[in-house]
């Protein structure tokens, strides 16, 4: 009887063992992204309305599908700093629109094949006559340029040398401001906000200036602790949707201002 016993406590653990390692190698194949509470990069629980990178991790889940690989996007939006945070432990692989600095670059590895740009443009008033083309230009209006409170885009703008003449804490009031306020003549921002915002502002008297004072690419963030075939195969997959023009297509309906 102690026999038969000991036969099925060792069947038992060798099933566990195999379910165990089964387990192990159907984890190794899946990939979990999250998504950042900006808009529109994502939305949120809108299939016929996908942001930026949703688009793209959409297109990135395709393609490696064909390669046993399931990428799954967790839903709710996550606080950048959470995000970074999570991803940093392993918790989670990767995150889409991320931009580049030495900080981040030190606890994550970055994708090879820039997702998309961003340039930093100006908004004015359709009767504005001024153009400008350079910061230069802009440190020369005194205090006429309005700038959203807070954001790396602002920041850097400063750095530049001009002082902005009004902060906003919502991007919706700064460029009604430009439309009404003849103190604000010019409102920096980036294009990618820009853009989804001027969509409710259409009968407001203004314009896009056609200078682009800075263009950053943003990038596919992955976590140290994502196992390097996993890392290889998106490297692979985002080199060729950058190839046959998947990417510039996903951009394209996203960064083409139509003031």
Not at 63 to 79: A, S, T, W
Request: glycine letters at 6%.
């Amino acid at each position: 009887m102690a026999s038969v016993i000991r036969s099925v406590v060792s069947v038992v653990i060798i099933l566990l063992s195999l379910s165990a390692t089964a387990n192990a190698e159907g984890d190794a194949s899946v990939l979990l992204a999250l998504k950042q509470d900006s808009q529109p990069k994502y939305f949120l629980n809108a299939p016929h309305h996908q942001g930026l990178c949703d688009r793209i991790y959409a297109e990135l889940q395709k393609r490696l599908r064909q390669e046993g690989i399931q990428l799954q996007v967790q839903k709710p939006f996550i606080p950048i700093k959470r995000l970074l945070k999570q991803i940093e432990h392993g918790a989670a692989d990767l995150f889409c629109g991320a931009g580049r600095n030495a900080e981040r670059e030190a606890k994550f590895y970055y994708l090879s094949t820039p997702v998309y740009e961003v340039s930093n443009v100006v908004l004015a008033h359709r009767d504005e006559p001024l153009m400008p083309q350079t910061f230069a230009d802009l440190a020369t209006i005194d205090h006429a340029v309005a700038i959203i409170d807070g954001t790396s885009s602002g920041r850097f703008l400063q750095r530049q040398g001009v002082e902005p003449g009004a902060l906003f804490n919502e991007i919706n009031r700064a460029i009604k401001a430009v439309a009404e306020n003849p103190r604000v003549r010019f409102f920096y921002y980036h294009d990618l906000g820009l853009n989804y915002a001027l969509v409710s502002h259409k009968n407001l008297p203004i314009q896009v200036v056609p200078s682009r004072f800075r263009t950053v690419p943003q990038w596919i963030l992955v976590s140290r602790q994502t196992p390097e075939p996993l890392r290889q195969a998106m490297e692979s997959t985002l080199a060729g949707m950058q190839a046959d023009g998947t990417l510039a297509a996903i951009g394209a309906e996203f960064l083409t201002i139509t003031p």
